[in-house]
C-alpha cells in the first residue's frame, strides 16, 4: 500500500492560533487529496479535499495547501479554536483505486 | 438520519469466540469499507468492497471475514478472537471511485479479555 506520510504527531496551539499540519506522498496516479477530522468516539469526518488542478482551497478557517511537483499538501486552521481539538489525518487516492490512504493523524489541542 | 451505522458500538469477549459487526449505509454508495483503528489511531484498511469486487488487504488475517447481503450492508465476521483483536472497527462508505470520499460509521470499539 502506498504511503502518506504525516506530520506532526501532535501539535498544542493556543486560542487563536495557526495550526498547520502536513501531509506527503509518493504515487503520483493521487488524485484527490481530503482531509479527516475525527472526535473522540466518533468516526472520522470529511474536513475539507482538494484536487491536483487547484493550489490551494479554502473553507471557512480552513485551507488546504497543495504542492504537485513536491507531491506534498496541508492543512492550515486559521484562528483556532479550541473546539477545534480533535485528530486530523490527511488521505490520499485516485479515481482508479477503491482503498484511500491515509497518513497516521495529527492530534491537535488548541488551548483556550 | 444516521448515514453509516454501525453496532453494536462496544463488544467485549473472551478470546476464541466468534463475533459479527453489522453495518448498514443509507447514502446509496456503491463502494464500503473495513478499517481498524489501533491505540495509536492509525487507521488501516481491512477491506474494500463493491457490487463486483472485493480487495483484501495482504496483511488482513484469514479469521477476518466481510460478508455483504446486499449494496446498503457489509458486515464484518471474525473468527477465534485474540487479544491483539482489540481495536476500534470502522465501517465507512463511498460512491464507486477511489476520488470520492468517505463516509464512517462511530465504530465498534472491540475489546478481547
Known amino acids: 500500500q502506498q504511503q502518506v506520510k504525516q506530520s506532526p504527531q501532535s501539535l498544542i496551539v493556543q486560542k487563536g492560533g495557526i495550526s498547520i499540519i502536513n501531509c506527503a506522498y509518493e504515487?503520483?496516479?493521487?488524485?484527490?487529496f481530503p482531509w479527516y477530522q475525527q472526535f473522540p468516539g466518533k468516526g472520522p469526518a470529511l474536513l475539507i479535499a482538494?484536487?491536483?488542478?487547484?493550489s490551494e482551497k479554502k473553507e471557512g478557517r480552513f485551507t488546504i495547501s497543495f504542492n504537485k511537483s513536491a507531491k506534498q499538501f496541508s492543512l492550515h486552521i486559521m484562528d483556532s479554536q479550541p473546539g477545534d481539538s480533535a485528530t486530523y489525518f490527511c488521505a490520499s487516492s485516485s479515481g482508479g483505486s477503491y482503498i484511500p490512504t491515509f497518513g497516521r493523524g495529527t492530534s491537535l489541542i488548541v488551548h483556550p | 438520519d444516521t448515514a453509516v451505522s454501525q453496532t453494536p458500538k462496544y463488544l467485549v469477549t473472551q478470546m476464541g469466540n466468534d463475533k459479527s459487526i453489522k453495518c448498514e449505509q443509507n447514502l446509496g454508495h456503491d463502494t464500503m469499507y473495513w478499517y481498524k483503528q489501533d491505540s495509536k489511531k492509525f487507521l488501516k484498511i481491512m477491506f474494500s468492497y463493491n457490487n463486483k469486487e472485493l480487495i483484501i488487504n495482504e496483511t488482513v488475517p484469514n479469521r477476518f471475514s466481510p460478508k455483504s447481503p446486499d449494496k446498503a450492508h457489509l458486515n464484518l465476521h471474525i473468527n477465534s478472537l485474540e487479544l491483539g483483536d482489540s481495536a476500534v472497527y470502522f465501517c465507512a462508505s463511498s460512491s464507486t471511485g477511489g476520488n470520492s470520499p468517505l463516509h464512517f460509521g462511530n465504530g465498534t470499539r472491540l475489546t478481547v479479555t
Open positions: 504515487n503520483t496516479a493521487f488524485d484527490y
Open positions: 482538494i484536487r491536483p488542478d487547484v
